[in-house]
C-alpha cells in the first residue's frame, strides 16, 4: 500500500509567519500535489511536481510555493501566512500518468490566527 | 480553463440505487476519476475511466462518454456506510505531465 504521510495533522500560526508543510510519500511516485479543500469550494490544486525539481502551478497558486529537493519529499511554503489560508491542505502522490490514481495523505488542518 | 459540475447533495434510501453525475469542460482531456470522502478522513480512490462505457466493480460502476463530457458514478445497493461525499475528478495534460482537477463533490446521505 502506497503511504502518504504529512509533518503535522493540526497546525496553529500567526499572520505573518513562514510556514511549512511536509509531504512524504514512500512508493517512488513520479508525481505529487498540493491541495487545499474548503466546504463548498471543494479540493482546490495548489500546485504540483512531475519529477524532482519540478513544478508546475495549479489553479490557485498565489501565496504559496513549493519545494521538491529528493522525489519522496513535496513541501508547501506559506511565505507569510493569512488568515484566508486557513483550510485543510491534502498532499497526494501517483505513478506517472495518474496511473492508479493519486493517493491522498491524511490532511493538515491549518489554523492561521 | 475548466469546470466541473455535480450535484451538491443527494439523498437515497437504503438498498437503492442511486446515480451521481458529473459534467466536464475541458481542455486537454485524460481521464476521469471518482473518489469517496467520509467526512474528517482523506478521499479514496473508487473508479476511473479513460474510454468510453460502463467499468464496473461490485456495487460501484462509472461510466464515460468523452463526446458530451459526461460522466456518472452508479451505486447499487446501498449502504449507511455509503454515506459520504463522492468527488469527481478529471485528469488533464499539462506541459510537464497530468495534473487533477476535482469538482466540489456531491454529498450523498442514505437513510433508513
Known amino acids: 500500500d502506497v503511504k502518504v504521510t504529512q509533518s503535522s495533522r493540526y497546525l496553529v500560526k500567526r499572520t505573518g509567519e513562514k510556514v511549512f508543510l511536509e509531504c512524504v510519500q514512500d512508493?517512488?511516485?513520479?508525481?505529487m500535489f498540493w491541495y487545499r479543500q474548503d466546504p463548498g469550494l471543494g479540493l482546490r490544486l495548489i500546485y504540483f511536481s512531475y519529477d524532482v525539481k519540478m513544478k508546475e502551478k495549479g489553479d490557485i497558486p498565489e501565496g504559496y510555493s513549493v519545494s521538491r529537493e529528493k522525489k519522496e519529499r513535496f513541501s508547501l511554503i506559506l511565505e507569510s501566512a493569512s488568515t484566508n489560508q486557513t483550510s485543510m491542505y491534502l498532499c497526494a502522490s501517483s505513478l506517472i500518468g495518474l496511473a492508479g490514481g493519486v493517493n491522498f495523505g491524511p490532511g493538515t488542518r491549518l489554523l492561521v490566527l | 480553463g475548466q469546470n466541473i459540475d455535480q450535484p451538491t447533495e443527494m439523498t437515497a434510501t437504503e438498498g437503492a440505487i442511486v446515480q451521481i453525475n458529473c459534467t466536464y469542460q475541458?481542455?486537454?482531456?485524460?481521464?476521469l476519476f471518482w473518489y469517496q470522502q467520509h467526512a474528517g478522513e482523506a478521499p479514496t480512490f473508487l473508479s476511473y475511466n479513460v474510454l468510453d462505457g460502463l467499468e464496473e466493480k461490485g456495487r460501484f460502476s462509472s461510466f464515460l462518454s468523452r463526446s458530451k463530457g459526461y460522466s456518472y458514478l452508479l451505486l447499487k445497493e446501498l449502504q449507511m456506510k455509503d454515506s459520504a461525499s463522492y468527488l469527481c475528478a478529471v485528469s488533464l495534460i499539462t506541459g510537464g505531465g497530468n495534473k487533477l482537477t476535482f469538482g466540489t463533490g456531491t454529498q450523498l446521505k442514505v437513510e433508513l
Open positions: 475541458t481542455s486537454g482531456f485524460n481521464g
Open positions: 512508493m517512488d511516485h513520479e508525481n
